[in-house]
């Protein structure tokens, strides 16, 4: 499922437009984003928490032509399912 299945999705199941259910979903989404952007961990109940991991500085290896490169540190989101999502999917 992609983000225009999951508007026409939401603007079916709530009886908006599908203009409506585009505003909806992409407010949803910004909202992850900036919470998560200020250090911020987001719960969503029934479903999962989004946060951020912080990866270090590490020496990596260009895999054309076998060179060590430095890849620099950096902040990367991540998911953990919840318990209801997991029950859900079994």
């Known amino acids: 499922?992609?983000?225009?299945q999951i508007i026409e999705?939401?603007?079916e199941?709530?009886?908006?437009?599908?203009?409506?259910a585009s505003k909806a979903v992409k407010s949803?989404?910004?909202g992850i984003v900036t919470s998560?952007?200020?250090?911020n961990k987001v719960s969503v109940s029934g479903f999962g928490t989004f946060d951020i991991s912080n990866r270090k500085a590490r020496t990596g290896?260009?895999?054309?032509?076998?060179?060590?490169?430095?890849?620099?540190?950096?902040?990367?989101?991540?998911?953990?399912?919840?318990?209801?999502f997991k029950e859900a999917l079994n």
């Open 1 to 4: 499922m992609n983000k225009d």
């Open 9 to 11: 999705k939401v603007a």
């Open 13 to 20: 199941d709530v009886g908006i437009t599908r203009s409506q």
């Open 28 to 30: 949803m989404f910004d």
């Open 36 to 39: 998560l952007r200020q250090g």
């Open 61 to 84: 290896r260009n895999p054309q032509t076998g060179e060590e490169i430095q890849i620099s540190a950096s902040r990367v989101p991540k998911f953990k399912a919840g318990k209801a």
